[in-house]
Structures are given as C-alpha cells and as structure tokens.
C-alpha cells in the first residue's frame, strides 16, 4: 500500500465452513530490490535459514550481488520445510517477479534435494539455455568430505573447483587420482561446469560459494525468534538502511570523477603492478594477439584483444581484464578500462540503489485487508519443546577447522602447560 510495486503472495488453506484460513506460506519481495537487480551481476544465490520462533519453519532468501561486491536482498519467504514443493514455489516466485523475462541468469545454490528437482525438471527457467545452474563450492566440497574423509583430499578438491586454468585444474585431479581414484571418479561424475570455476564458461561472475548471503542470514539472526510480521519488518528496515547509506556513495563516487566502482579500481590498481613485470611477443598487433611471459613463474598466456579472450582465464571469468590482457593494452597504449563489464561502473552502481523506499505511517492509517479477514497459524508447526530452541549452528565439514594451537609455556617455552602449571616454576618455600 505505501511501497508500490512491492510482492507479496500468499500460500494459505481455506476450509469450507471456517471464517478464517490458515497460514502455509508467504513471499515479498521490495520494489527497490526488484528494480536495482537490473543493474547487478546476473547471479542469484539461494540459501534456507531456521526459524527459532513459537512457530518451525525456514525464511528462504534469494540475494544479487553489486558492482561493488555488495549483497542485494532480492526475496524473501515463510516456508513450513524445505522441500521440492516449497524450493519450487519459491523460485517460481523469484522467476515471475524479480528475474522476469531476464534470461541467462545464474542461480547458485547448496545442491539441496528439494532444488535440483525443481531446477532440472523440464522446462525450468534455470536450466540451460534460458538460465544457468552452479553449485555453491563449499558445500559441494561439504558432501564430497562426507563421503571420503580425508582432510588432504578435501584440500586438493576445493583448489580444483577454484583454479581458473584448466591445466592447473587437470593437474589438481590427477593429484587427487594418484591418491584415491575413487574419489576422482566421484568429482568427475558431477558435470564440471556445476562446480569448477575453470569450466564455467563465466556464468557465476567468479561467485564461487553463497558465503555473501549466509553473512546477511547472520545479520538477520535476531529477526529469526520474531513472529512473522516482525521479521518482514525487520528486513524491510535492513533493506531501508542499505539503500540510505548506498544510495549517497554512488553520488560521491559520481561527483569525484570515478568510471568504476573501488571494488574493480582496487582490483585493477593491484593487476596493473604485476602486468609491469610481464614481457610480451607480438603476433597481430592490429588484432591485439599477444604472448605474454610473466616474470614469477616464466608462464606463457596468450592474449587476443580482438576476441576478448585470454588462456589464464580470469577474464571471462571475472569481467574484468586480467594482468596480462593490461600488459597488452599498455603495449598499444590503449585504455583499459573498455575491457571492463558494464555491471562494475558507476553508473549501473548508481541505478542499483538509487529506487527509495516510503516511511510507514502508524498503524492506525493501515487499510484493512479485503481477501483475509482472520489468518491462523499452522498449528502442525507449534513446537512441542519448552524453552528456548537452540540458535547456534552446528558445525559440519564447511567449517575448515585448523588444527588447534596448544598453549606455549610463558616461563619453559614448552607447549601444553601454561605458566600457572609449569613444572619449571619456582616454587615459593615455606617459612
């Protein structure tokens, strides 16, 4: 009512006879998210986060990425569970109202049961050709840990997922083949452009894992033990504040004479000091075909500026020119920064968050709703237990746990006492 073009759908039970209807489900999505994922990276990651109120359930979040590599709520949802049903509904939702007729948009996603089914059935919008699916690489890795258990697999594994070469990434697997064929044949099972940054083709914009939007689920932790009308509140004022303190560094950034957001300047500051280190041999000048030996490793890629294509890479990958494809432009002296994606410049940077959001009047100026006069709760979801459901997460095979430090002794300098305990302590003697 006083933030036009914001979603909201319903998913409730009527029972004939019954004034009211019960709750099943509910989806809203805020007309500036909508409108400023225009002017992002075309990568929605997914994710499902506990409910630790009165009430079971899971908020399901559906969140873009800037120019700037900052997170943009997309959508959000009440489920009962995650299932394929509810994973369907939800990103049907995400599909008519925030995606729209977009296509080509990468989804990244924990491989949940209830998510693959829904994705690859037929006619999907986030199956090949319309759109694209990944795979977040930490819990690929996650499930992979699972079922071989080795630490040093585990290890060689994620590299192989994050190398951008695909020679480093061959070499990667037959390091992991040499210790356990089994566990290569697993990884290879898995379709290589799901999980490998090497084989991506560029579709995840070098998102590897849904890190970003599990720090915003942290942010929203509070908001888990509200009843729902006070966490869809919550997100709102979350929403409000990112907009408000963006919405003026875009401006500043305007007004200063920036082209490029800090996050792909800073980027492009620290690749322009090693490509001075690069030597090059010209094949095409006039096509911008180029081999360039770095310095460090005395490697040789092959830039074709015409093609906007080199072998390390990271350009198609990333959207943005790498230290080679920057050696090359400095040899032509050509600018650089042509070679960089739109979705890094200032401008689009400027339309994400430049939608604004309207106060809320007092609650007494609300209208009523005319298509449910009671809601009820499902009462199948009302926890049984007294007391406080438990908030902390548990820890799996994601959290890479570094071998714990034992205490080293202040007095000995041996480990596994401290000074309190040392045997080497002097001790006082008695009068």
């Known amino acids: 009512m006083f933030n036009t073009g914001t979603i909201v759908e319903w998913c409730i039970l009527r029972q004939t006879g019954v004034d009211h209807v019960e709750f099943r ?19 929605i990651s997914i994710d499902a986060t506990h409910l630790y109120g009165k009430y079971k359930g899971k908020m399901m979040i559906a969140m873009g990425v800037d120019g700037n590599n900052q997170i943009l709520p997309l959508a959000f949802a009440i489920v009962e569970n995650e299932s394929y049903a509810s994973w369907h509904w939800f990103l049907s939702h995400v599909k008519k109202h925030v995606v729209k007729d977009s296509e080509g948009i990468c989804l ?66 037959e390091e992991i083949g040499m210790i356990n064929p089994q566990a290569r044949r697993w990884l290879e099972r898995h379709a290589l452009d799901r999980w490998t940054l090497a084989h991506d083709g560029g579709k995840r914009y070098g998102l590897l894992t849904t890190n970003l939007l599990e ?18 509140q919550l997100t709102f004022y979350r929403l409000v504040h990112y907009f408000d303190v963006r919405r003026p560094m875009g401006s500043n950034a305007q007004a200063n004479g920036d082209a490029y ?13 090693k490509a001075g280190a690069h030597s090059l041999r010209s094949f ?110 548990l820890r799996n095979g994601m959290d890479i746990k570094e071998r714990k430090k034992t205490n080293q002794c202040g007095i000995c300098k ?13 001790r006082r003697m008695d009068a």
């Open 284 to 393: 095409n000048r006039q096509k911008g075909i180029f081999e360039v030996i770095t310095q460090k490793g005395k490697n040789v890629q092959v830039v074709n500026l015409e093609q906007k294509t080199c072998t390390c890479g990271k350009w198609e990958i990333f959207k943005y020119p790498c230290s080679h494809v920057l050696s090359a432009c400095a040899k032509l002296s050509l600018n650089t920064w042509q070679y960089v994606h739109k979705c890094y410049s200032i401008v689009e940077y400027c339309a994400t968050w430049s939608s604004e959001f309207s106060p809320l009047p007092h609650e007494a100026y609300w209208p009523n709703s005319s298509s449910i006069r009671e809601l009820v709760p499902n009462s199948d979801l009302k926890r049984d237990k007294k007391g406080r459901p438990r908030s902390t997460r």
């Open 414 to 426: 041996e480990h596994g006492h401290n000074r309190a305990s040392c045997p080497s302590k002097p």
């Open 25 to 43: 489900r509910v989806f809203w999505s805020f007309a500036p998210s909508i409108m400023g994922f225009k002017h992002c990276r075309p990568v």
């Open 108 to 173: 990244i996603s924990d491989r949940h049961s209830g998510i693959l089914k829904a994705v690859n059935e037929q006619g999907s919008p986030w199956s090949e050709p319309r759109g694209f699916h990944r795979y977040c690489l930490r819990h690929f890795i996650n499930n992979f840990n699972d079922k071989f258990r080795n630490s040093q697999l585990k290890a060689l594994a994620y590299r192989a997922g994050s190398q951008n070469q695909i020679r480093k990434f061959n070499s990667i697997m």
């Open 261 to 273: 957001t800090p996050h792909v300047r800073a980027k492009q500051v620290a690749l322009m000091s």
């Open 215 to 232: 720090i915003f689920n942290s942010v929203l932790k509070g908001a888990r033990f509200l009843p729902i009308t006070a966490c869809v």
